[in-house]
């Protein structure tokens, strides 16, 4: 049986961008049924060692400093876009323009405004999109989304979610374009509160308002000389320079629905190095997940104390990878199932992953906490229309 090929061009080539690469290419063997066969173009990025590495390790057939080269080539059919925050909004309203589906990491732009650009552009060209919450396709959490929906634990009636990590916990790491606000935008809120609040929404509905605050912890870091890929490999020289943007945040959550909660996170927390967690109680039970122990799912069926389920076959996409409950998956394994809904939203013209209206959402909740932080206050969160958590 043929397969129909798609082009695809990648736009940045740290972690995301190389990570994205790799998810392509092992679609085909995890999915085989879509009968797709991912072709890696052409990649962009401006620094000479990645444009080389595109070619000689991942597998691109060419490589060019020129981002819009790749949103151009008509060879390309789909466009990851992997760049620092405030290059998204410049770059996925090209590939909108050019009408070439796109999967954008998260956050969708700088702030919220970016975000909702971004998505009011897709949504009046009716494309397909993909936006970096890998978090949902922990095999884990679906199983947890099934019971929840299912009124295992009757009625939601509060959440606790959190996402500790100490990437940024020395005073030492470089002051990458994360700590600015003309690249980044926000700090942790952009980083990781957005991953929190997809997760939240997903598991028990839409939030509704906020009341919040943040705090910087580290206000000065050295300046790099060099970059790196990602987190590491910068050098660095003497001079420093301040930090712009939030190191950790916590908010009071209000859901549409009722349930009240709680959200914090921290790139700054010495001892986790990524404590992602999801509580969800209801009048009829709870659950409990952990992103660190990923194949675990702690719940409590309204008998008191938690039981632990292994992911194995039947949780979500569990089985295209292991044959049998308790052997481990890991997190590049939820990017390919990211890259694999994404490529069935193209073929399909369906929406099968997080849309760009999905990107907005999180980022309306970050706005808000970012507000109310500010002032002090309880904000309203913006209600988005065609979020897919909502489905």
């Not at 009341?211 to 420093?240: D, K, N």
Request: with cysteine; proline share 5%.
């Amino acid at each position: 049986m043929g397969r129909r090929e798609i082009g695809v061009g990648v736009i940045g080539l740290g972690w995301m961008g190389r990570l994205h690469a790799r998810s392509y290419r092992a679609v085909p063997e995890r999915w085989p049924e879509l009968g797709v066969a991912p072709r890696l173009v052409l990649a962009a990025d401006p620094v000479s060692e990645n444009r080389e590495a595109a070619v000689d390790h991942l597998g691109f057939a060419a490589a060019t400093e020129n981002w819009r080269a790749v949103v151009a080539d008509p060879r390309v059919d789909v466009v990851s876009i992997c760049v620092p925050n405030h290059l998204h909004r410049e770059v996925a309203l090209a590939a909108v323009e050019a009408g070439t589906p796109f999967w954008v990491e998260k956050p969708m732009g700088r702030d919220a405004a970016d975000a909702a650009e971004i998505a009011r552009a897709v949504a009046a060209r009716g494309l397909v999109t993909a936006v970096g919450f890998n978090y949902r396709n922990v095999p884990a959490v679906v199983h947890a989304r099934e019971l929840i929906r299912s009124g295992r634990l009757g009625r939601v009636t509060n959440l606790r979610v959190w996402l500790l990590a100490d990437y940024a916990a020395s005073p030492d790491a470089p002051l990458t374009w994360r700590y600015r606000r003309e690249t980044a935008g926000s700090g942790v809120i952009g980083d990781l509160l957005c991953h929190g609040a997809d997760l939240a929404q997903l598991l028990a509905g839409r939030v509704a308002a906020v009341s919040a605050l943040t705090g910087t912890v580290v206000t000065e870091r050295p300046v790099p000389t060099r970059a790196g890929v990602g987190h590491a490999g910068h050098e660095v020289g003497e001079e420093r320079g301040p930090v712009e943007n939030e190191d950790h945040a916590a908010a009071l959550l209000r859901f549409e629905s009722g349930a009240v909660g709680t959200l914090e996170c921290s790139r700054v927390a010495r001892g986790p190095r990524a404590e992602y967690v999801v509580e969800v109680y209801g009048t009829g039970g709870s659950l409990r997940w952990n992103f660190e122990r990923m194949g675990e799912l702690q719940v409590d069926a309204g008998e008191g104390g938690y039981t632990t389920l292994l992911a194995g076959p039947g949780f979500g996409d569990y089985a295209r990878f292991q044959p049998s409950a308790g052997t481990s998956m890991g997190f590049d394994d939820l990017k390919t199932i990211e890259a694999a809904r994404f490529l069935r939203s193209v073929l399909t013209g369906e929406q099968h992953v997080p849309s760009a209206a999905d990107g907005w959402s999180a980022a309306e909740v970050g706005a808000a906490v970012a507000a109310s932080a500010e002032d002090g206050r309880w904000h309203d969160v913006l209600p988005v229309p065609g979020t897919t958590f909502a489905q």
